[in-house]
């Protein structure tokens, strides 16, 4: 019966019986309709302030007349942190893999060295390398190089 009444669920939830339900973003505005967001964008002097106010008309506002960042799951909000987010994990990604393939190609004699006195030519052509670390991740991932096995793992004996 508890399988029946998931599988019935989960079916009305699939096929959007379910009401679509509208509400607003914790009372924001948007940022062309707010009065004190304009009072702000009219006391912009600069050509540079003018131009920041312009862009964030499209913007969410609170009562404050500041933008807000919206993060709901909207498409239309996917430029307020989503694709911020995926080039900060793009950009962290490109510096762990960097110093992933240095510590690998510095690896063996003189290599605490190595760490201390950083091979800048060495360093550049790992972070020039790194720029496509997803697909190398993958592609190791799937050869079985990018983990190592429980055995080879070091523990601390306590």
Known sequence: MRRLFAILLSTLLVFGFAPVVKADVAG????????RFQQR???????????RFEMYSNASCGADGLPHLVVDG???HAGDFVIPGIMFLYIAGCIGWAGREYLIATRGKDAAMQEIQIDTGLAIK???KSSTWPV???GQLRDGTLVVSDKEVTISPR
């Open 136 to 138: 190398a991740a993958f």
């Open 74 to 76: 909207r498409w239309s």
């Open 28 to 35: 924001l505005t948007p940022c062309s309709e707010s009065a």
């Open 126 to 128: 790992c972070f020039m």
């Open 41 to 51: 964008a009219a006391a912009a002097s600069t050509p540079q302030a003018k131009a």
